[in-house]
């Protein structure tokens, strides 16, 4: 009964942070940051049926990087991140329950323009203003910086109502990136690599079209 009770929760606030915006999760969890918990024990309990974690494959790639890289993880949940490599890496959140966190609304985060080497969106982009979050990490990148981006692969599913990969991965080019690869080899979820160009936008005065990013609603077990 009481699992039952906290997967509906836990189905209920994940709902709520895919239909807003981040400014009304901020506020949503400032009222009740019990309820943060809540979301985070039905998610760890949704990835344990996972068979690999995007978050590891994340992991697995900085691993091969140079450690000097500065990192900022975006909706880092528990900072596994943060955990797992000795760069430094500022780990977002819209609650901090660990030193390592720092609590803020991603589309306006605490972080120096131009001065990060690898954004990360690991399974975060839920805001219906996910744009801003992007715009964000091209901020604080530093030109030739990386941005990985991993999301749940119904969400880029056109034949169910998904975005077109295509269609969002030219909406990041044309903010300044370069599509460097996508990775569609897991069941589960899509990895997108880009490099940012430079300090302006590839397509002046052109407005960039983000496609809608369908919400990632979990079912009753
Ligand atoms: C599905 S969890 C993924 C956590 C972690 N990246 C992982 O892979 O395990 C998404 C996280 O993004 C955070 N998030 C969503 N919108 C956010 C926003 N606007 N600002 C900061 N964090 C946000 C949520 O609070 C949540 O912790």
């Known amino acids: 009964m009481r699992a039952r009770l906290s997967g509906g929760h836990f189905r209920m606030i994940n709902e709520k942070l895919y239909t807003c915006t981040g400014k ?11 309820l943060f918990d809540m979301y985070h024990a039905g998610y760890k309990t949704q990835m344990s049926t996972w068979p690999e ?7 697995k790639w900085l691993k091969k990087q140079s450690p000097s890289m500065v990192v900022a993880d975006f909706g880092c949940g528990d900072a596994l991140i943060a955990k797992s490599v000795t760069n430094k890496v500022f780990s977002l959140d819209l609650v901090s329950n ?9 589309s306006n985060a605490p972080i120096v323009s131009s001065s990060v080497d690898v954004a990360v969106f690991c399974l975060s982009l839920m ?26 692969k119904s969400r880029f599913d056109p034949t169910n109502g998904g975005a077109d990969p295509e269609k969002f991965s030219r909406a990041i080019s044309d903010l300044g990136f370069n599509s460097v690869k996508q990775d569609f080899s897991n069941k589960m979820f899509i990895l997108f690599y880009f490099t940012k160009k430079d300090n302006k936008r590839k397509s002046k005065g052109k407005e960039t079209e983000w496609p809608m990013l369908k919400p990632c609603l979990y079912k009753r077990r």
């Open 98 to 106: 660990d030193p390592k966190v720092i609590a803020c609304d991603m």
């Open 127 to 152: 805001g219906t203003n996910y744009q801003s979050y992007i715009e964000e990490a091209n901020r604080v990148l530093k030109p030739g910086g990386w941005l990985l981006i991993a999301e749940v």
């Open 24 to 34: 009304e999760a901020l506020d949503y969890f400032q009222e009740d940051p019990s």
């Open 53 to 59: 974690k995007p978050v590891n494959v994340i992991i």
